[in-house]
């Protein structure tokens, strides 16, 4: 049984930093893709970074340059690393895996960490 779990979340004025965490279990898929999304308050789900299994990395728009995703070296950890913290990224923030490509259905899901970040 596949379980994603984050944590790292809290509240931090603009301009911090957070690392987030997700501790992977029962995820053994080769190739694979995983990723970190966020949803705000009545905004859609959106996709903020990814990495897939030969190491490359997408970090989207509005975070590139402040935001970086990595895994430790067993590949049983994903982490965000969030910089210079705006209002405007406050979310809850959900780890995802999928077999494959980073392009399709994401299967597997965590339950979130919140981030709120203060002006």
């Known amino acids: 049984q596949v379980q994603l779990v984050e944590s790292g979340g809290g509240s931090v004025q603009a301009g911090g930093s957070l690392r987030l965490s997700c501790a992977t279990s029962?995820?053994?898929?080769?190739?694979?893709?995983m990723g970190w999304f966020r949803q705000a308050p009545g905004k859609v789900r959106e996709v903020v970074a990814r990495?897939?299994?030969?190491?490359?990395?997408f970090i989207e728009e509005p975070v590139k340059g402040r935001f970086s995703i990595s895994q430790n070296n067993a590949k049983n950890t994903l982490y965000l690393q969030m910089n210079t913290l705006k209002p405007e990224d406050t979310a809850m923030y959900y780890c995802?895996?999928?077999?494959?490509?980073?392009?399709?259905?994401?299967?597997?899901w965590g339950q979130g960490t919140q981030v709120t970040v203060s002006s």
């Open positions: 029962g995820f053994s898929y080769n190739p694979y893709c």
């Open positions: 995802a895996a999928k077999r494959g490509s980073c392009v399709g259905t994401w299967t597997y």
């Open positions: 990495v897939d299994s030969d190491g490359s990395t």
